[in-house]
């Protein structure tokens, strides 16, 4: 899904295949050392400016500090399209130091598409502070093949405005879905308008949101074999029911119904939707591509939550590259992306150029060392209110993170399907949609194999 990173994700396709690892051996340069080209993921769109000179100015830096080293970078925006993702990789024409979302780890792996960086881990110079879960997803059979780059759980996203307006106290949000209900029926008392709970319904975001509450209430969408439906459960009974009722019973949930990313987004960041599941970059572009007011949102823990969705990314190297270009691609990987205070993690310079600092949208190296330094530092530079999101970070910890789903976008557009019915038909019939949705995936799941 769209992330920021997205139900977020930076990952840069089509590429032509020059620079991706030629196989051909480096020629020395006229200083000395070897004369290396490595193409990179992602660099920032031309509609970002400042994000991108930055971007540019790292890799200038990047290239004095070791000679003979070219970055090219991909200019292409969006990084992540999933139509176009799977033909791009079977082609061969990836980045010699490209971005895989976690719901493709498997599938780039299995298919030998990532090279295998064991041996090369120790360019990493805080490996072992990054979080020990996000190193599991990208290792197969005791092999490395990624650096994990991205990590992120799922809360509940609110307006702390209309929390206010509606006799709330927004520092004390809902821990159970009972109090969701009560909070977002308050909201919608507000006026016509207002929206006491926004949800999706479609374009596949219904049956992500729909993972993301399962996961919550500690159910499953898969078995454990990943060979059967596991959503026809109590768990997803209740997920469903819940909606059903905030919106036929309560009428907290306006009439519209929500497709896409970007629907929900806009709704929230017009300041009438008081309540929305998302991880905390939901905040950042809520503020900064859809005009909310920087103060009016938080994030809280997700309620009565035994697992949070979990998310993100980890940086791959072609395993058509030579081992002169490993190894300056993981060099890139280590400065850009993994240094306290440089690249991603200079948020003085992300403060200084009018970026939103301070939302904990990445938590990749947890509470390591590493991970301190990096909240430290993020909430020394903050531009944003801190404590808005305490909540969210004093729970993180606590909430075991689950994975998405295997072959999750396809299973997503099938949950789709009972998310709109009871958002959209009062008389819908839970245990029918479940059925059917159920015997839609364990037919998509025999077909896979």
């Given at each position: 899904?769209?992330?920021?990173?997205?139900?977020?994700?930076?990952?840069?396709?089509?590429?032509?295949?020059?620079?991706?690892?030629?196989?051909?051996?480096?020629?020395?340069?006229a200083g000395g050392a070897k004369a290396v080209?490595?193409?990179?993921?992602?660099?920032?769109?031309?509609?970002?400016?400042?994000?991108?000179?930055?971007?540019?100015?790292?890799?200038?830096?990047?290239?004095?500090?070791?000679?003979?080293?070219?970055?090219?970078?991909?200019?292409?925006?969006?990084?992540?399209?999933?139509k176009t993702f799977g033909p791009k990789l079977?082609?061969?024409?990836?980045?010699?130091?490209?971005?895989?979302?976690?719901?493709?780890?498997?599938?780039?792996?299995?298919?030998?598409?990532?090279?295998?960086?064991?041996?090369?881990?120790?360019?990493?110079?805080?490996?072992?502070?990054?979080?020990?879960?996000?190193?599991?997803?990208?290792?197969?059979?005791?092999?490395?093949?990624?650096?994990?780059?991205?990590?992120?759980?799922?809360?509940?996203?609110?307006?702390?405005?209309?929390?206010?307006?509606?006799?709330?106290?927004?520092?004390?949000?809902?821990?159970?879905?009972?109090?969701?209900?009560?909070?977002?029926?308050?909201?919608?008392?507000?006026?016509?308008?207002?929206?006491?709970?926004?949800?999706?319904?479609?374009?596949?975001?219904?049956?992500?949101?729909?993972?993301?509450?399962?996961?919550?209430?500690?159910?499953e969408v898969l078995s454990a074999d990943n060979?059967?439906?596991?959503?026809?459960?109590?768990?997803?009974?209740?997920?469903?029911?819940?909606?059903?009722?905030?919106?036929?019973?309560?009428?907290?949930?306006?009439?519209?119904?929500?497709?896409?990313?970007?629907?929900?987004?806009?709704?929230?960041?017009?300041?009438?939707?008081?309540?929305?599941?998302?991880?905390?970059?939901?905040?950042?572009?809520?503020?900064?591509?859809?005009?909310?007011?920087?103060?009016?949102?938080?994030?809280?823990?997700?309620?009565?939550?035994?697992?949070?969705?979990?998310?993100?990314?980890?940086?791959?190297?072609?395993?058509?590259?030579?081992?002169?270009?490993?190894?300056?691609?993981?060099?890139?990987?280590?400065?850009?992306?993994?240094?306290?205070?440089?690249?991603?993690?200079?948020?003085?310079?992300?403060?200084?150029?009018?970026?939103?600092?301070?939302?904990?949208?990445?938590?990749?190296?947890?509470?390591?060392?590493?991970?301190?330094?990096?909240?430290?530092?993020?909430?020394?530079?903050?531009?944003?209110?801190?404590?808005?999101?305490?909540?969210?970070?004093?729970?993180?910890?606590?909430?075991?993170?689950?994975?998405?789903?295997?072959?999750?976008?396809?299973?997503?557009?099938?949950?789709?399907?009972?998310?709109?019915?009871?958002?959209?038909?009062?008389?819908?019939?839970?245990?029918?949609?479940?059925?059917?949705?159920?015997?839609?995936?364990?037919?998509?799941?025999?077909?896979?194999?």
């Open positions: 899904m769209q992330r920021s990173t997205g139900l977020l994700l930076a990952t840069v396709i089509g590429l032509v295949a020059t620079g991706c690892g030629s196989g051909e051996p480096a020629t020395p340069s080209t490595i193409t990179v993921a992602c660099q920032p769109a031309r509609t970002a400016p400042k994000e991108r000179q930055a971007w540019d100015d790292d890799v200038a830096t990047f290239m004095k500090a070791h000679p003979g080293v070219t970055v090219k970078s991909t200019d292409q925006q969006p990084c992540f399209d999933p079977a082609g061969g024409q990836m980045e010699t130091v490209f971005v895989v979302p976690v719901t493709n780890y498997n599938d780039v792996i299995g298919q030998g598409q990532a090279l295998d960086i064991t041996q090369y881990t120790s360019s990493i110079k805080n490996w072992n502070d990054l979080r020990a879960d996000a190193r599991e997803l990208v290792t197969k059979d005791g092999k490395v093949y990624g650096v994990p780059n991205v990590l992120y759980g799922v809360g509940l996203v609110y307006n702390r405005a209309l929390f206010t307006q509606a006799g709330l106290d927004p520092n004390n949000p809902p821990k159970t879905w009972a109090e969701v209900r009560e909070a977002a029926k308050k909201i919608a008392g507000l006026g016509s308008d207002y929206v006491g709970y926004g949800e999706y319904s479609g374009g596949n975001t219904g049956g992500w949101h729909f993972t993301q509450a399962i996961y919550g209430r500690g159910g060979k059967t439906a596991a959503f026809n459960s109590p768990e997803g009974k209740a997920v469903l029911q819940t909606l059903h009722d905030m919106r036929w019973v309560d009428n907290s949930m306006g009439n519209k119904l929500l497709i896409g990313w970007e629907s929900l987004m806009v709704a929230m960041g017009g300041g009438k939707v008081g309540m929305m599941l998302g991880a905390p970059d939901v905040v950042t572009d809520v503020v900064t591509k859809f005009k909310g007011k920087t103060a009016d949102y938080g994030i809280t823990a997700l309620p009565e939550a035994k697992a949070s969705l979990s998310g993100g990314e980890a940086y791959m190297i072609n395993p058509k590259a030579t081992p002169d270009e490993v190894k300056a691609g993981m060099e890139w990987i280590d400065f850009r992306f993994n240094t306290v205070g440089k690249g991603r993690f200079d948020f003085a310079r992300g403060k200084a150029i009018g970026n939103p600092v301070g939302v904990p949208d990445n938590a990749v190296y947890g509470d390591s060392p590493t991970g301190k330094a990096i909240q430290a530092d993020r909430v020394k530079n903050a531009s944003l209110p801190v404590e808005n999101y305490q909540s969210y970070v004093d729970s993180a910890a606590s909430i075991a993170p689950k994975a998405e789903p295997m072959h999750a976008q396809e299973i997503y557009a099938v949950l789709d399907v009972p998310m709109s019915a009871v958002l959209s038909r009062k008389d819908a019939n839970i245990d029918d949609l479940l059925k059917d949705a159920e015997t839609k995936v364990n037919n998509l799941l025999a077909a896979k194999g």
